[in-house]
T-cell receptor, first 114, second 110 residues
Framework: EAQVTQNPRYLITVTGKKLTVTCSQNMNHEYMSWYRQDPGLGLRQIYYSMNVEVTDKGDVPEGYKVSRKEKRNFPLILESPSPNQTSLYFC?????????????FGEGSRLTVL | EDQVTQSPEALRLQEGESSSLNCSYTVSGLRGLFWYRQDPGKGPEFLFTLYSAGEEKEKERLKATLTKKESFLHITAPKPEDSATYLCAVQANRDDKIIFGKGTRLHILP
């Protein structure tokens, strides 16, 4: 089954404690991206990656890091989380050349930073 | 700056009452405009891609249209299961960002 898998789905942490949200896709997609979704602000792009070892900033990259060492994985790293990073996070992927905007989304990871 | 604005923010319709959702955009060089559906607690689900003005796509009770400044998602004779948030997104030619609007929450009453 084609899917984008995120872990953890729910996490409560404290300010400053480093955490990683993993994302894996099994569709051999080149394009992967992270979004955060907040009430009244909609989906905002954090980082995206066109392929292995290629990453670019989206609209809200501050406080986040990403890496793309393998085609299937695109982890999101919060080095020192703060309460304003409390949000619902989505990972998504697509086949760039053929279907650039046809994103497959994961189920989401709800993060609370105390 | 690229921008996507959706209206209305929320819409309540009776079952069978047709209507349209609007997505207006400003982007220099449109590569594509996309519609998604999002159910509560779930990730968005892709519906349509539109590439050029005049293009139309249909799926069951939904039809998406595109002009040079906006897109419409027409919902014909909706059913309660069409209740969801509908998201519009655009991608510009110059880069690979995909920018979303804030969505329209649609509620269909039985």
């Amino acid at each position: 089954e084609a899917q984008v898998t995120q872990n953890p789905r729910y996490l409560i942490t404290v300010t400053g404690k480093k955490l990683t949200v993993t994302c894996s896709q099994n569709m051999n997609h080149e394009y992967m991206s992270w979004y955060r979704q907040d009430p009244g602000l909609g989906l905002r792009q954090i980082y995206y990656s066109m392929n292995v070892e290629v990453t670019d900033k989206g609209d809200v990259p501050e406080g986040y890091k990403v890496s793309r060492k393998e085609k299937r994985n695109f982890p999101l790293i919060l080095e020192s989380p703060s309460p304003n990073q409390t949000s619902l996070y989505f990972c998504a992927s697509s086949r760039v050349l053929e279907r650039p905007g046809e994103l497959f989304f994961g189920e989401g990871s709800r993060l609370t930073v105390l | 700056e690229d921008q996507v604005t959706q209206s209305p923010e929320a819409l309540r319709l009776q079952e069978g009452e047709s209507s349209s959702l609007n997505c207006s955009y400003t982007v220099s060089g449109l590569r594509g405009l996309f519609w998604y559906r999002q159910d509560p607690g779930k990730g968005p689900e892709f519906l349509f891609t539109l590439y050029s003005a005049g293009e139309e796509k249909e799926k069951e009770r939904l039809k998406a249209t595109l002009t040079k400044k906006e897109s419409f998602l027409h919902i014909t004779a909706p059913k309660p299961e069409d209740s969801a948030t509908y998201l519009c997104a655009v991608q510009a030619n110059r880069d690979d960002k995909i920018i979303f609007g804030k969505g329209t929450r649609l509620h269909i009453l039985p």
